[in-house]
């Protein structure tokens, strides 16, 4: 029996979130028959432009889906503009009727406008997660890959999607087709869900001073509101005149001048409610 897979694509969605998480289906379907469908869904039932400008066609407006299918939200920038009051009472019906609702990057803020991710582990694009969890201070929000919490699925969403997709495939079809999958698109491993969605520090910087690894973390998740030079200092168990030194021999900087630069590229408010 074929399992449903239903996309809403929200205007400005990810490309490459909605093509990773359609192509592991369409192989897995090649080496074992039709395991599965794919439906493509907007708001209209009209074409839907990607961030990026591609334009995809839909084939059907927001509809009843029946029990046991998934519906996967794909989103992008300004993921709540389109969210309507009609869209979020469609969705919270789909959950009444059984259905299973996910989300691709930032789709993850679609569904928590619509009260659907409560008491529930999600994650959504790292970039978004200070954002989001700025709108949403109650839910419980990873930095996970992908997370799946009973009938409630989320993805970073890139490339994190064909992970997430293996593991749905694995579940239902066994590991063997799951790896048959992975190969066709040359990777050379299936990452698991807590694998980290960004390099690590020390690859991102080019460093291997341990210290200097751990303030950065420190950096990144305190941006708002940011900690003192010297907060950073007691936080790895130096001085504020050895914390100095590591910067300016590491990265030829001040932990002040860096940390500013990190806040500076926090993006805006992706999960922002529409006015």
Request: glycine share 8%; with cysteine; aromatic share 8%.
């Amino acid at each position: 029996m074929s399992q449903d897979f239903y996309f809403l694509l929200m205007p400005g969605f990810s490309a490459i979130g909605f093509i990773s998480a359609l192509e592991p289906l369409r192989v897995a379907n090649r080496f074992r028959g039709e395991l599965y469908r794919w439906h493509v869904l907007s708001a209209d039932g009209g074409a839907v432009l990607a961030s990026n400008g591609m334009s995809v066609n839909a084939d059907a407006a927001l509809e009843p889906l029946k029990k046991g299918a998934t519906l996967m939200v794909v989103a992008g920038f300004e993921p709540l503009k389109f969210a309507t009051p009609a869209l979020e009472h469609w969705l919270r019906r789909l959950d009444h009727d059984g259905v299973t609702l996910g989300a691709i990057d930032t789709g993850a803020c679609v569904l928590a406008e619509a009260g659907l991710l409560d008491g529930h582990r999600l994650t959504l694009h790292w970039e978004a997660i200070d954002a989001f969890k700025e709108s949403y201070p109650q839910l419980t929000v990873t930095q996970e890959l992908f997370e799946i919490d009973r009938r409630r699925i989320t993805c970073a969403g890139g490339t994190a999607s064909i992970d997430l997709m293996l593991d749905l495939i694995a579940q239902s079809h066994g590991p063997e087709l799951a790896i048959q999958v992975s190969e066709q698109f040359v990777l050379s491993r299936i990452r698991p869900r807590k694998d980290h969605q960004r390099m690590q520090i020390a690859t991102r910087y080019g460093i291997n001073n341990k210290k200097l690894v751990q303030v950065i973390g420190e950096m990144e998740q305190h941006t708002e509101p940011p900690l003192s030079t010297l907060a950073l200092a007691d936080a790895i168990k130096v001085t504020r005149r050895q914390l100095e030194r590591l910067f300016r021999l590491h990265l030829n900087d001040t932990p002040s001048n860096f940390y500013l630069g990190l806040r500076l590229e926090k993006p805006g408010s992706y999960c922002a409610r529409a006015i």
